[in-house]
């Protein structure tokens, strides 16, 4: 990392190689936050990190019930890791539905922190325990830490005036600092954040504060084990942390510059791509421009107009939108615009599970508008790629004239991991001419190929001379005039099916990393990028020969594909979905597949994902 702390000193510690903590708590007990800083100082402090927040689908669910359970992991190790982690090996449990919602997934003899205060009668009715689990020998094969956060921290706060619900607010800091004392988190960084947020309200920042020093002297008072994680050996550079969303946003942001456009984003707020229009909207220094639409119908019109007039033009949903945003998206493919359409896909059908993850978009973006409209469609793969896929889009649709579907999901969009920030100089340029004035005596013809890539003239409104219809009614060929004559709109069909195909020709080969006779390869797309490595990673220590490959571009796909997937005797694509790519594989190569499907709205483990693969290589 850029800069690195040293931990506490004076305490002898036990040094571990990597820990897996989630917290967990009611929606309002501040865990998102809680992990959120943690993971900061973690990644300031040098260790390899990958978070998972898990957030309530509800709004504002009951406080105290399962529904409004929040919770929070982090993986931090001292060397490269792929994933947060199967399951914790820490639990903080700030009330009885967070230790129920949670308590399985806890690793035996794993290590338990419970606020005693919240376990009273009526929290423990509203779960469904009809005795107190810390009194009824329940959680004998764990390690159980009984602390009464709510009561020590209102005692740590009472000098700073805050009031009682304001007090009881800032436990979640008391158990940042306990965790802190035990995993040797400095706490200084937090510190300065907790005044800075708080510069305007100096009483919250003293509560929390107190509370935050008041859970690290526990901590140590108390004699709690006490661990030391070094931290990881990464390659030079300045790092930060970094969510999918955040990248994305900046990856767009870095597109506008390389391509001279200025940015439009129109979009309508919804779970879990709202944030890339947060984001967005605090960089109009950059030029971006930002419009929260009054619905997804209307964000696409927006972004069909802003390309039509000349800019980078984006618009952002999940997969309800997706469906709402179909038309336009057609339109924009008779029109032969540029433009990206970014689906953070999350579980459905309908509104589903609108806060958890999901692969499930796929098809619909690779078939999902009316006619025979194809487009190009890019993947991110982990939280730092969706920067890379976000420039990487926008170059395909600048340079082949095309709307392009970008796929990521809600487990890249919330998760974290340290990112190495890329010198600006080592950006591609992505700019493109626009259409100039046509010779004297010439008209414009707004359908005229390149040679190429098949794309045809972007021309600027209001540029003289290069006045042009447009609209959804088919075009004839060169000219663009309107055209009812069935051999043209055959013809227009392959050309837009050929620009496509012609996007084949520069995508990068689809790399694969393959053991010596290794009979078998993973092929995956998307968010199970860790997983699979992880897995992977398990197989070879076992001394079991394996390949694997991930697929960026889905459509079309690298053009090597085929003779790398025909290489081995079996393909296995693991996928949160119900076997989409596997369709998509057996239709273009007509190889066989076999899928590793779960559809539990959660990431793969590594693990699961091991033993599923142990009896495909051994069968």
């Given at each position: 990392m850029s800069t690195q702390i040293a931990p506490p000193e004076g305490t002898d510690r036990k040094e571990l190689d990597r820990v897996v903590i989630r917290f967990a708590g009611d929606s309002g007990d501040g865990m998102q936050l809680t992990g959120d800083r943690f993971t900061s100082v973690?990644?300031?402090?040098?260790?390899?990190?990958a978070t998972m927040p898990d957030y309530p689908a509800e709004i504002r669910a009951p406080a105290g019930t399962l529904a409004g359970v929040s919770a929070f992991q982090i993986h931090?190790?001292?060397?490269?890791?792929?994933?947060?982690?199967?399951?914790?090996?820490?639990?903080?449990?700030?009330?009885p539905a967070a230790l129920?919602?949670?308590?399985?997934?806890?690793?035996?003899?794993?290590?338990?922190?419970?606020?005693?205060?919240?376990?009273?009668?009526?929290?423990?009715?509203?779960?469904?325990?009809?005795?107190?689990?810390?009194?009824?020998?329940?959680?004998?094969?764990?390690?159980?830490?009984?602390?009464?956060?709510?009561?020590?921290?209102?005692?740590?706060?009472?000098?700073?005036?805050?009031?009682?619900?304001?007090?009881e607010r800032s436990k979640n800091m008391f158990a940042l600092g306990v965790i802190?004392?035990?995993?040797?988190?400095?706490?200084?960084?937090?510190?300065?954040?907790?005044?800075?947020?708080?510069?305007?309200?100096?009483h919250l920042a003293q509560a929390n504060v107190a509370a935050l020093k008041a859970g690290h002297a526990f901590g140590e008072t108390a004699e709690l084990s006490a661990f030391e994680i070094k931290p990881a050996t990464l390659a030079p550079g300045t790092y930060r942390r970094i969510t999918g969303n955040q990248a994305l946003a900046y990856g767009l942001i870095a597109a506008s510059v390389q391509s001279k456009l200025p940015l439009f984003l129109a979009s309508y707020p919804i779970t879990p791509a709202s944030d890339i229009l947060h984001e967005l909207s605090r960089h109009k220094n950059f030029g971006v421009r930002t419009v929260q639409a009054e619905?997804?119908?209307?964000?696409?019109?927006?972004?069909?107009?802003?390309?039509?007039?000349?800019?980078?033009?984006?618009?952002?949903?999940?997969?309800?939108?997706?469906?709402?945003?179909?038309?336009?998206?057609g339109l924009a493919v008779s029109l032969e615009l540029p433009m990206v359409i970014v689906d953070v896909q999350r579980g459905g059908p309908s509104t589903g599970l609108p806060t958890k993850t999901e692969q499930s978009d796929l098809l619909h973006a690779m078939y999902g508008r009316h006619g025979e409209a194809p487009l190009p469609i890019v993947a991110a793969y982990s939280p730092t790629s969706c920067f890379w896929a976000g420039i990487e889009a926008c170059r395909i649709a600048l340079k082949y004239m095309t709307p392009v579907?970008?796929?990521?999901?809600?487990?890249?969009?919330?998760?974290?991991?340290?990112?190495?920030?890329?010198?600006?100089?080592?950006?591609?340029?992505?700019?493109?001419?626009?259409?100039?004035?046509?010779?004297a005596g010439e008209d414009f013809w707004p359908y005229l190929r390149?040679?190429?890539?098949?794309?045809?003239?972007?021309?600027?409104?209001?540029?003289?001379?290069?006045?042009?219809?447009?609209?959804?009614?088919?075009?004839?060929?060169?000219?663009?005039n309107i055209s009812y004559d069935p051999d043209n709109h055959h013809l227009m069909t392959q050309?837009?099916?050929?620009?496509?195909?012609?996007?084949?020709?520069?995508?990068?080969?689809?790399?694969?990393?393959?053991?010596?006779?290794?009979?078998?390869?993973?092929?995956?797309?998307?968010?199970?990028?860790?997983?699979?490595?992880?897995?992977?990673?398990?197989?070879?220590?076992?001394?079991?020969?394996?390949?694997?490959?991930?697929?960026k571009h889905l459509n079309p796909f690298p053009k090597n594909t085929g003779d790398v997937l025909r290489r081995f005797d079996k393909v296995v694509i693991p996928e949160i979905n119900t076997g989409q790519l596997s369709r998509l594989i057996r239709a273009e190569f007509l190889i066989d597949t076999i899928g590793i499907n779960k559809v539990r709205a959660l990431p793969f483990r590594a693990g699961d994902l091991e033993q599923e693969l142990l009896k495909i290589m051994e069968s």
């Open positions: 973690s990644a300031v402090f040098g260790n390899d990190l931090f190790a001292d060397f490269d890791i792929l994933t947060p982690g199967d399951q914790p090996s820490v639990l903080v449990a700030m009330n129920k919602a949670n308590l399985k997934d806890l690793i035996p003899g794993g290590l338990l922190i419970v606020n005693t205060d919240a376990f009273d009668n009526n929290n423990l009715e509203k779960v469904g325990y009809t005795e107190n689990p810390l009194t009824d020998g329940s959680l004998a094969g764990f390690q159980v830490y009984e602390i009464p956060m709510t009561t020590m921290t209102v005692e740590s706060v009472k000098d700073t005036g805050v009031n009682k619900k304001e007090a802190s004392w035990m995993y040797s988190r400095p706490l200084e960084p937090t510190i300065a954040w907790l005044e800075k947020k708080f510069a305007k309200k100096p619905d997804e119908i209307a964000a696409a019109g927006m972004m069909v107009g802003a390309a039509f007039a000349g800019h980078l033009a984006i618009t952002t949903t999940s997969g309800p939108g997706l469906d709402l945003k179909s038309e336009s998206i579907i970008l796929l990521t999901d809600g487990y890249l969009a919330n998760s974290a991991e340290p990112w190495r920030v890329p010198s600006v100089d080592k950006l591609p340029d992505i700019s493109i001419p626009f259409a100039s004035q046509p010779n390149d040679e190429t890539t098949l794309a045809r003239p972007w021309a600027i409104p209001g540029t003289p001379g290069l006045e042009h219809r447009v609209g959804g009614l088919e075009k004839a060929d060169g000219t663009g050309l837009r099916a050929a620009k496509i195909k012609a996007i084949e020709e520069e995508v990068e080969p689809l790399e694969f990393d393959a053991d010596e006779d290794a009979k078998v390869i993973i092929l995956g797309w998307g968010g199970t990028y860790g997983a699979i490595g992880a897995a992977v990673r398990r197989l070879r220590n076992r001394g079991k020969p394996i390949a694997r490959a991930h697929l």
